[in-house]
């Protein structure tokens, strides 16, 4: 499975993006798949995901409500509609898969993706 990021971008505080995720390869549908994030100042943090069937979904604490991840397996793509966009969301946004399609309590670790796409850096200027 190859994963292809883009979508990122610079935009001013309050502003929205929305990046993808692409996969050619594999069984896509059948995968859950994460966005994780990493800045300069901080470790590759988890950030959302959703389950191969799209019917759940899992944020971390500091974008809940303002992040939505969705996934279009027709299209074999995930996005991230990031909304309210704050200065420290400012990073390389990672999207990953794993070949488990349920979301479970080590979804929230990087370690258990399978598959690691090449990162799309979005910038959140104040």
């Known amino acids: 499975v190859q994963l292809q990021a883009s979508g990122g971008g610079l935009v001013i505080a309050g502003g929205s993006l929305r990046p993808s995720c692409a996969a050619s390869?594999?069984?896509?549908?059948?995968?859950?798949v994460g966005w994780f994030r990493q800045s300069a100042r901080n470790e590759r943090e988890f950030v959302a995901a959703i389950a191969g069937t799209g019917g759940r979904t899992w944020y971390q604490d500091s974008v809940k409500g303002r992040f939505t991840i969705s996934r279009d397996n027709a299209k074999n793509t995930v996005y991230l509609q990031m909304n309210s966009l704050k200065p420290e969301d400012t990073a390389v946004y990672y999207c990953?898969?794993?070949?488990?399609?349920?979301?479970?309590?080590?979804?929230?670790?990087?370690?258990?993706?399978?598959?690691w796409g090449q990162g799309t850096q979005v910038t959140v200027s104040s």
């Open positions: 990953a898969a794993d070949v488990n399609g349920d979301l479970r309590s080590s979804s929230r670790r990087s370690s258990t993706y399978d598959y």
């Open positions: 390869g594999g069984t896509f549908r059948r995968y859950a």
